[in-house]
């Protein structure tokens, strides 16, 4: 099995940017489709963005389509999320997810994934 553990969250104002990292251990990262997703109090948890394992190909929420970009390096076992433009609505705890996956999809369903990290808080102030 694979452990994940988030970092980069923080404080940050409107329009600033934050990178969010997720480091992976325990297997071979290069196996696992990845997702970020993120669960604001009161709300249920949300999809922002998936990677498929070589990292060619991405799929993006709506809500942040344009703002956020989703990366992955499969040397270093890390997946990141570069958040730009970021906006008082995108505070939230962010999670990484991953599912070991013999093909290369994207997956936008939590619960197509079956590890997650601990979660790092995101706050965006106006």
């Known amino acids: 099995q694979v452990q994940l553990a988030e970092s980069g969250g923080g404080l940050v104002q409107a329009g600033g940017s934050l990178r969010l990292s997720c480091a992976a251990s325990?297997?071979?990262?290069?196996?696992?489709?990845m997702g970020w997703f993120r669960q604001a109090p009161g709300k249920e948890r949300e999809f922002i963005a998936s990677?498929?394992?070589?990292?060619?190909?991405?799929t993006y929420a709506d809500s942040v389509k344009g703002r956020f970009t989703i990366s992955r390096d499969n040397a270093k076992n890390t997946m990141y999320l570069q958040m730009n433009s970021l906006k008082p609505e995108d505070t939230a705890v962010y999670y990484c997810?991953?599912?070991?996956?013999?093909?290369?999809?994207?997956?936008?369903?939590?619960?197509?994934?079956?590890?997650w990290g601990q979660g790092t808080q995101v706050t965006v102030s106006s």
């Open positions: 990677i498929n394992r070589s990292g060619d190909s991405t």
């Open positions: 997810a991953g599912k070991y996956c013999s093909t290369y999809g994207c997956y936008r369903r939590s619960t197509f994934y079956n590890y």
């Open positions: 325990g297997h071979t990262f290069s196996n696992y489709a």
